[in-house]
């Protein structure tokens, strides 16, 4: 249960950090967005390490015991590999409208996965 958490956390806070570029256009809310992402960047790593390994976790599990793989884990990996790009290859990162996008869709996923019984 703990797992499921810090993937679900790990998607949303993940998400959040890749999405920035498109939220903090959003009227009124953008600039309060942006600080607050920037407070969290130094920390992203840290939330892409926890991604990926509960993502990992999750589909390790569900390939050799469960009923079959969920979106939830394969996007948690993707969002603990967006977030350790520049670590894990040392190339430039994808571009930002692609990664911003997939971010909104890891929010989503977080948010289901919260709501979504274990």
């Known amino acids: 249960m703990i797992m ?5 956390l790990a998607n949303i806070v993940g998400g959040f950090l ?25 920390f992203g ?3 892409g390490i926890i991604a990926l390994v509960a993502g990992g976790f ?21 969002v603990g590999v967006a977030l350790l790009w520049d670590r894990l290859t040392r190339r430039k990162a994808p571009p930002a409208l692609l990664l911003a996008i997939f971010g ?15």
């Open 45 to 47: 790593w840290i939330v």
């Open 4 to 8: 499921a958490l810090l993937l679900d």
């Open 58 to 78: 999750y589909l390790l599990v569900h390939l050799f015991d469960g009923p079959r793989v969920f979106h939830f884990e394969v996007v948690g990996i993707l």
């Open 104 to 118: 909104l869709i890891a929010i989503v996923v977080g948010l289901q996965g919260l709501v979504t019984p274990d």
């Open 18 to 42: 890749l999405a920035i570029s498109l939220l903090r256009r959003v009227p009124r809310a953008g600039d309060s967005l942006g600080r607050a992402a920037d407070r969290a960047a130094p």
